[in-house]
């Protein structure tokens, strides 16, 4: 059964081409493939980001406050109508990520979408307390998907201890048409050629082999935000247009 809550510290990292060489080069010491890296290639996450219409959420986010929060919704790859994916409530509170999420059959959440209707019978093993949370947030917002956001992912687990979790994205890609996640994988690249995204997670504290591979590369944390990162630049080339440049 896939994890529906999760509670975590996640700290962010930008990676050059050799940074993310020369972690890969050691990191079968350390820690395990995740099972969706099949032969050592990455796997695609697609998500909707959901938002008001005025972008109330990602806005808020910006401002940094202690706490924040958002609705996303979740598939590996492109999927169809009848497949499963997954709707999500991300919270952080003073550092703390929580996840929680429950599954979904895509038709289901489309309709979802359109009147917040809870399924009374859903195809897909629903989590109730779940999806009553993120119900009462889409309805107190009103929230619609605002955002498709694709990456391609490398992810590891340290051997023998669950809690640390390593990621690193590739290929992200982001529109604001075509909302859907059985529609193909496409949109405007976010990163510079050369920038990895890598992030650690974990309750506890992080490794110290991790610890001293960061020193040595002289790696330190970021606060970049995919979803944030899109809407900057959705503003920049908003306020261009507007301007005529």
């Not at 079968?28 to 890296?37: Q, R, V």
Request: proline content about 4%; charged content about 30%.
């Amino acid at each position: 059964m896939a994890i529906e809550v999760f509670n975590r510290r996640e700290i962010k990292y930008m990676l050059t081409d050799d940074d993310k060489a020369a972690l890969l080069s050691i990191i079968g010491e350390y820690m395990d493939s995740d099972p969706f890296n099949k032969d050592g290639k990455t796997y695609s996450i697609c998500n909707l980001y959901l938002d008001t219409p005025a972008d109330e959420l990602i806005r808020k986010s910006l401002e940094k406050p202690e706490f924040k929060e958002k609705i996303r919704l979740r598939s590996y790859g492109q999927v169809g109508l009848n497949d499963k994916v997954f709707l999500e409530s991300k919270k952080k509170y003073a550092g703390v990520v929580n996840k929680r999420r429950t599954n979904f059959l895509l038709s289901e959440v489309y309709q979802y979408f359109e009147d917040l209707k809870i399924p009374e019978n859903p195809g897909a093993k629903m989590n109730k307390q779940v999806m009553k949370e993120i119900d009462y947030i889409m309805h107190f917002y009103r929230l619609k998907p605002r955002v498709f956001i694709s990456y391609d992912r490398w992810a590891f687990f340290e051997k023998g201890n669950s809690d640390f979790r390593l990621t690193i994205d590739t290929n992200i890609q982001t529109r604001r048409t075509d909302l859907r996640l059985d529609s193909p994988i496409y949109g405007t690249q976010l990163l510079q050629p050369g920038q990895w995204l890598m992030e650690a997670k974990a309750f506890k504290a992080f490794p110290l082999w991790f610890v001293r591979f960061l020193s040595s590369r002289k790696i330190y944390n970021t606060s970049f935000s995919k979803y944030g990162t899109e809407f900057k630049h959705h503003i920049r080339v908003a306020h261009n247009l507007l301007q005529g440049v």
